[in-house]
T-cell receptor
């Protein structure tokens, strides 16, 4: 089993809707998670990180970590066509400085 | 402040050749990591250097090597290129001062091996 699993998508949502992107993981140890956005042909850009159970909000983005169920989510409120990209989830175990990336979920926001 | 920079942006090589990719980290960052990303996949970890010492190595053949210089810039070398080495090569820098040592990526070098 891969360390970080993401549905490759594409996930298609209408403009203005909430996009929900999910990532599951297999290790129950201490760890941090990162969400990156990657436009086609570009490099990943950091959206936010989370390491505590619960929600963390930054503008239109909310990261949710549920350690009991071993998943981390990214919610994008009021989705815009400019949010259309691939979203990468990364996991960094405690004591490690090397994140492991999922394959990414493609998001399409249509007008 | 300038972000992570990489050079060149694009490169075309033929099988069997050697290539050197360069990366300069964000000012103040002492750690540099290299990743390979092929189409449809997430970045795959190749190397990480911190304070000029190798801190981690991914599952890549010995044809891949790297080093970090006193100014914390880094080079990734790939020898005896194969068609399968065609990918986007990403460099990321980080610092113990940033939360969870978050990694920030450069623009990448797109390598095509013919």
């Amino acid at each position: 089993q891969k360390e970080v699993e993401q549905n490759s998508g594409p996930l298609s949502v209408p403009e203005g809707a909430i996009a929900s992107l999910n990532c599951t993981y297999s290790d129950r140890g201490s760890q941090s998670f990162f969400w990156y956005r990657q436009y086609s042909g570009k490099s990943p850009e950091l959206i936010m990180s989370i390491y505590s159970n619960g929600d963390k909000e930054d503008g239109r983005f909310t990261a949710q970590l549920n350690k009991a169920s071993q998943y981390v989510s990214l919610l994008i409120r009021d989705s815009q066509p400019s949010d259309s990209a691939t979203y990468l989830c990364a996991r960094m175990p405690g004591g490690s400085y090397i994140p492991t990336f999922g394959r990414g979920t493609s998001l399409i926001v249509h007008p | 402040d300038a972000g992570v920079t990489q050079s060149p942006t694009h490169l075309i090589k033929t099988r069997g050749q050697q290539v050197t990719l360069r990366c300069s980290p964000i000012s103040g960052h002492k750690s540099v990591s290299w990743y390979q990303q092929v189409l449809g996949q997430g970045p795959q970890f190749i190397f990480q250097y911190y304070e000029k010492e190798e801190r981690g190595r991914g599952n890549f053949p010995d044809r891949f090597s790297a080093r970090q210089f006193p100014n914390y810039s880094s080079e990734l070398n790939v020898n005896a290129l194969l068609l399968g080495d065609s990918a986007l090569y990403l460099c990321a820098s980080s610092s113990p001062r940033t939360p969870q040592e978050t990694q920030y990526f450069g623009p990448g070098t797109r390598l095509l091996v013919l």
